[in-house]
């Protein structure tokens, strides 16, 4: 434990992103607190001026005379800037600064007065009264801080030189090659905090044996070159580490004695996964400096104290032992334990946290212990380091509401401190915070920072101008102003869902305690869509974050990796806990602590299904049997239980901490007579303006009852309960909510504007859902790290209506399957469909589409929930299912006629594994095959049944209009960029690799579009025919980019489209013999990059992408694997293209180094940014990208791609981009250059080269570019 002086302060702090709270406790047990702005500012409001050097404001603060001596004071909307106060009078609340002052002012007027010092010094000097310049008492300090994550979000880390296997130079700016935005042209891609990039000749291969020896000596002079240039921190990273980190060591210890203060290992994070490991190790070392010099000027007052740090994963370390990777969620990680203790204190054991601050809200669940993560992402980093499992969403008190694209909105962007809510009178925009206080939810005169009512107001009536100006109906400003609320509640609640439903838990069984800033504003409104019935709003909720660092325990985590079968693993199972127990107690020993104050809290065993990648975590018993628990989460998780297959242990972690001994809050008094309430206050509930009593809660005693609606007002925050919930005061002064009376509002009674942005927020999550349980419950690499599936809501018809953001050549399909598979097969509940053929809106046969309606219990039509993912095995001429040589779809693998795969509730997997076995050219990998797809029929299930429960709650009609709705406004935005556009007809001409010509006439005549490929050539002998199924998801994808805005792709932009698809190449002919159907696997990936190449070229909207996937098949008997590869971008008329990123109808991840060399016999040479090859420009076209690989036993190869020949075009004078390559080297090292489309045996010790293509230039280059 830590030991608690009498003498010292105990003084807790966390620094969010707007605030910073803190909690202190004398040593006289007094309990002191403060809140300041994160800014390390105080604001208040002056009323008069005594003379021209003295002003009073209207809320004194009570503290010593000389105080304030030295602070800087800014007066908003005056001049006066950066004048140093001389004295302050507490008696009276006059400041006098040193500087005289203009005689003109206007009261009142707000003020902030600016500390040099990091915010938790200058509440440290308001707790403990200490003046600046003068040390703090003995303090013991736990900190929580957003420093660290800031710096990352922003870009702003120490200067920092990576060293990396040679080869992979470029990692870290290839990332996954995937575009952070599916619709946007202009692709921002993060940028690495890397200032150097060094390649180290060393090489390992997948079973830890070395391959190339490690050469550190000729590292030496360019070392201490950077060193001389500034560089403070190296990081080294060689792939194959987690299995073999000597060579790390070797450098790391090198470069130390080089000169080098801070020296990062990824093999300080043994686990598999290359580009993760390596972005933790960076992430941890460019963050080193910052949070050093930030922790020194912390510490620098603490002359006679200690310093601890909060983790991600609700620990605390010394300050001398923290690492910036392990501390980016502290502050939400300090909420959750508090939390935590709050809801303990009455006896609640299942709790949400529920943290709502000024720029997000973050959402925990706890069920007996914490629930963790061990990979997390902040901002674009993925993280390789424990955490607790923080689903966190960008709705906070301070998140902008506005209207854009016909759309209400809230967040993500947020006012943030400065100039924060409009309300504060620094020209914010309207927020959360404005949004309440117009609601009379708010009371102005019970928060420190004074609020301008007036300037909510104005900023309210600017949203209502931009919704009148768009031609829509005006809500009033009660509906608005409540729907912002509603829209907010819905998101909030999501992430709810994220951390309950998403791993089998009901919410429902949990008590919700909330916190933060706003939560007590938001918590019902939350619990009520949650179906949850009791709410805890704790002592000092506002203040959360803070209390929960005093109730954490220092802790550390050590791990170890396995990947073996858990059955192999049994026997030494016990023996490896044992030896991490050791591990853990002994580093805890070493920073001071007795054996008798420390304890090993878990022992944690990550297991999955052998083959797949997610895992679920079971707590390890000696007595009991690990698979048991894994089969009986599993079940919980997903619907059902695994099949026969292994269980494989991924890896075990082990947790030591202190015993908690923390001093604890006085109890509250009793009193059961009535609470007097303080007065009225006029408040909008359920849509109607009211007065209703508003109470102080410090005058609550326990036991005392309040009923909705009601307002009970704090120092810094207010809790709203509203109509049909009961609070009870508790002995530990906790505001313990519980519904009592079902008060579900009307759909119809909101604002049609706000009630379509409700349904939408929800059939968008349910989309992203039934996305995550696929991913989660595959098998196959393709959709499990490469993410090659969609998932998508239709309408009864069968329309598109929603989707989650996956890949285009897929979603714009899904309707016209489904409106085919409609026609072709009888509907009944209980049923599901499956199909992959092309004559029914499939893509190509390796795309297998999933597809479920959705009865209610009347047997009337709800909706269809469908999927579709790419198995990178289906049968064929060759393994991976995509012969370049195929001339008849029976060549490219099993052909699935529509057919039930269940039947009223009845399965027929029999007769689905007879098709996958029996076919003429049968798969390889059947049982990979029937595992994705039992994992794509439990995703649209999962998406039914939420679809049941959103009918049940508000009527099937109400789903069937906002659909409706949808579709209609996103026709209504595409015929108003139609109108936009001069009418005319134009054309574009592009021709394949092989000389076919694709040719698209676009004729827009006011605000519709006719789409034109009579002069596209007919038939395609060999595989790059396409379907109706691709070019209309060519063209809704084409449509969707010249939205340009935030809107989900569904079937309502092609209702003022009409498009002309003759026979031939784009619309081929399928007779019912499959030997005599034209191929298709290249049309689904190629030929449809090469239409949007041409529509945008028609429209002159950018320069030519990649327009390939450039697919790489390659397998034998024993496996198959396919991947697509990134290239370069097209430039715009104002930006350049991105390097090295996948573009327009695909979207999909490239595999992790580690990943492919672990599962495949093939290694990875080099994967880098082929620069120089865009296109040159006033904006350049991105460059390609070359992955280099060698193949470690004979495969079959098979090649799909396109501008092998022809080039990217550029626009405007822009220069084309380069051609891509595809080399191959035999084992005797000949050179052999690969055509476009290509399929040949390949011999063990064969290396195969791609260059990808780059992207076009835009506008003519400056002279002297060349091309």
């Given at each position: ?34 809140k300041?702005?994160?800014?390390s ?19 004194p ?80 300090l ?52 890397t ?41 080294v ?30 093999s ?19 963050l ?105 969403v ?25 100039p ?45 101008d ?35 439903v998403?791993k ?92 008798d ?62 015993r ?32 209703v ?29 509203e ?46 859902e ?38 285009p ?8 399957c ?23 809106g ?15 219990k ?5 909706a ?11 049968g ?71 679809l ?44 394949l ?55 989900p ?33 290249g ?18 909207m ?39 990123v ?34 040159k ?8 990208l ?11 190869l ?16 822009g ?14 090292g ?10 040949r045996?390949i ?25």
């Open positions: 434990m830590i030991p608690h002086s009498k003498k010292a302060w105990h003084i807790w702090i966390d620094t969010g992103g707007t605030f910073t709270d803190c909690i202190a406790v004398d040593p006289r047990g007094q309990w002191h607190r403060a300041v702005l994160s800014s500012a105080l604001r208040g409001r002056f009323i008069q001026q005594i003379d021209e050097y003295s002003l009073v404001m209207d809320t603060w009570h503290w010593p005379s000389v105080f304030l001596h030295g602070y800087s004071i800014h007066i908003f909307q005056t001049s006066v800037y950066d004048h140093s106060i001389e004295s302050y009078d507490a008696s009276s609340g006059t400041l006098r600064v040193q500087r005289r002052l203009p005689a003109d002012l206007t009261f009142p007027l707000l003020f902030e007065i600016r500390s040099s010092e990091e915010a938790p010094v200058l509440a440290c000097r308001i707790v403990t009264q200490t003046p600046p310049g003068r040390d703090l008492p003995p303090v013991n736990r900190l929580a801080t957003t420093r660290g994550t800031n710096a990352l979000l922003e870009g702003k880390g120490g200067k920092t030189v990576l060293f990396i296997t040679r080869g992979f130079e470029d990692l870290l700016s290839i990332g996954n090659q995937q575009r952070p935005d599916l619709f946007a042209l202009h692709i921002k891609k993060s940028v690495p905090l200032s150097r990039v060094i390649g180290v000749k060393e090489r390992v291969d997948a079973r830890g044996r070395v391959i190339e020896p490690l050469h550190a000596d000729i590292l030496k002079t360019r070392a201490i070159e950077l060193l001389k240039e500034g560089v403070e921190t190296a990081v990273s060689f792939l194959n580490s987690y299995l073999f980190p000597e060579h790390e060591r070797e450098l790391s210890a090198r470069l130390r004695d080089w000169g080098f203060h801070h020296v990062v290992c990824s300080e994070n043994p686990f598999i996964k290359f580009l993760p490991r390596t972005e933790t190790a960076v992430v941890n070392g460019a080193m400096p910052i949070l050093a010099d930030y922790l020194d000027c912390v510490s620098a007052p603490l002359k006679n104290g200690k310093l601890f740090v909060m983790t991600s994963a609700g620990g605390l370390v010394r300050d001398s032992a923290f690492y910036p990777k392990d501390s980016l969620l502290s502050g939400p990680a300090g909420g959750v334990v508090g939390a935590v203790h709050a809801g303990l204190l009455e006896d609640r054991k299942r709790i949400i946290a529920f943290d709502m601050g000024g720029t997000s809200t973050d959402v925990s669940r706890y069920d007996g212990d914490y629930d963790y993560v061990f990979e997390h992402q902040v901002g674009g980093a993925h993280l390789v380091a424990p955490a607790l499992a923080i689903e966190s960008a709705a906070g008190g301070g998140s902008i509401c506005t209207f854009e694209s016909s759309e209400l909105k809230v967040g993500p962007e947020s006012s943030g401190a400065d924060g809510p409009a309300c504060y009178g620094a020209g914010g925009p309207l927020t959360l915070t404005d949004v309440n206080l117009l609601l009379g939810r708010l009371s102005p005169d019970r928060f420190e920072i004074p609020i301008v009512e007036k300037d909510a107001w104005q900023a309210l009536d600017r949203i209502r931009k919704i009148r100006k768009n031609h829509q109906t005006v809500p009033d400003e009660i509906e608005l102003l409540q729907g912002f609320l509603d829209i907010a509640a819905e998101r909030m609640a999501d992430a709810i869902r994220k951390i309950s998403r089998g838990y009901n919410p429902a069984d949990y008590t919700l305690v909330a916190f933060g800033g706003a939560g007590g504003q938001q918590a019902c409104g939350v619990a009520e869509r949650l179906n949850m019935c009791r709410i805890i709003i704790p002592a000092d909720s506002s203040l959360l974050s803070a209390l929960g660092l005093g109730h954490a325990a220092v802790e550390r985590f050590v791990q170890k990796q396995i990947l073996k079968p858990l059955g192999y693993c049994l026997k030494n199972l016990s023996s490896w806990i044992d030896e991490l127990e050791a591990e853990a107690l002994k580093e805890m020993a070493e920073e001071g602590f007795r054996s104050c420390i304890e090993i809290r878990r022992r944690i065993l990550r297991l999955r299904l052998e083959g797949q990648d997610s895992t679920l975590q079971v707590e390890y018993h000696k007595t009991d049997d690990p698979a048991g628990r894994f089969i009986g989460k599993y079940e919980s998780v997903f619907g059902y239980r695994p099949d026969g297959r292994d269980i494989e242990l991924e890896s075990i972690r082990v947790a030591a901490s202190t908690r001994n923390v001093p604890m809050a006085p109890k509250n008094k009793s009193g059961f007579s009535s609470p007097a309430h303080k007065g009225e206050q006029i408040a909008c509930f359920q849509g109607k303006k009211q007065s009593p508003l109470y102080d809660r410090a005058s609550l005693h326990s036991g005392q009852k309040i009923s909705g609606p009601a307002l009970i007002a704090e120092r810094h925050s207010m809790t709203v309960v109509p049909g919930w009961e609070v009870t005061v508790s002995d530990h002064s906790a505001l313990c909510m519980e519904k009592k009376l079902h008060t579900d509002i009307d759909p119809h009674a909101r604002a049609e504007i706000v009630q379509l942005e409700l349904f939408v927020n929800r059939f968008q999550a349910i989309a992203g039934m996305g995550e349980m696929l991913r989660r419950m595959s098998l196959s690499t393709n959709v499990k790290e490469r993410l090659d599936f969609s998932c998508a809501l239709l309408d009864p018809k069968g329309e598109l209506v929603v989707n989650a953001p996956h890949i050549v897929h979603l714009g399909s899904l309707g016209l489904v409106r085919s598979v409609m026609k072709k097969l009888s509907m009944e509940p209980g049923d599901v469909w499956i199909t992959n053929h092309p004559r029914y499939g893509s190509h046969l390796p795309d297998i589409s999933v597809i479920t309606p959705v009865f209610l009347d047997g009337r039509l709800l269809f929930t469908a999927n579709r993912a790419h198995h990178a095995e289906i064929g001429l060759r393994p991976g299912s995509m012969p370049s040589e195929a001339r008849s779809l029976i060549e490219e693998g099993v052909l699935i006629e529509p057919m039930h795969l269940y039947h009223r509730g009845k399965d027929q997997w029999n007769r689905l594994q007879r098709i996958l076995t029996e076919a003429p050219f049968p798969s390889r990998r059947v049982d990979e095959n029937l595992a994705d797809v039992r994992a794509a029929v439990a995703a649209n299930i999962n998406g039914s049944r939420a049941l429960d959103l009918a049940e709650k508000h009527g099937a009609d109400s789903i069937w209009e906002a659909m409706e709705k949808f579709k209609e406004r996103a026709e209504s935005r595409i015929r108003h960029i139609l109108k936009s556009i001069p009418d005319g007809k134009r054309e574009a001409q592009e021709s690799d092989d000389g076919t010509q694709l040719k698209v006439a676009l004729s827009i005549q006011d605000d519709t579009l006719k789409v034109d490929f009579r002069e596209t050539a007919g038939l395609h002998p060999f595989n790059l025919n396409a379907t109706p199924a691709i070019i209309n998801s060519v063209v809704i994808y084409v449509l969707r980019l010249l939205v340009d805005e935030p809107m792709l569904n079937e309502g932009f092609m209702r003022p489209v009409q498009i002309n698809l003759p026979t031939g190449l784009l619309n081929p002919h399928f007779p019912d013999d499959p030997s005599k159907a034209p191929a298709v696997a049309g689904n990936v190629e030929t449809s990059q090469r239409l949007v190449d041409t529509l945008m070229k028609a429209l002159q950018s320069a030519c992408s990649q327009g390939t996937m450039n697919n790489v098949i390659f397998g034998n008997e024993r496996f198959s694997y396919y991947e697509t590869v990134g290239g370069g971008s097209g430039a715009g008329p104002d930006f350049s293209g991105a390097d090295g996948h573009t327009h109808m695909t979207n999909t991840r490239i595999t992790d180094p580690e990943i492919i060399e672990h599962r495949f016999p093939v290694r990875i040479i080099r994967f880098a940014i082929r620069k120089g090859s865009g296109g420009g006033r904006f350049n076209g991105g460059d390609g070359i992955r280099e690989y060698l193949f470690l036993e004979p495969v079959s098979s090649l799909l791609g396109e501008h092998r020949i022809e080039r990217p075009y550029g626009l405007e004078g220069r084309s981009g380069q051609r891509a390559r595809q080399i191959m080297i035999t084992p005797e000949r050179s052999i250059e690969l055509q476009s489309r290509e399929s045996d011999e063990s010790g064969s290396r195969f080269i791609l260059e990808t293509p780059g992207g076009g230039g835009y506008g003519t280059p400056q002279q002297g570019d060349k091309a």
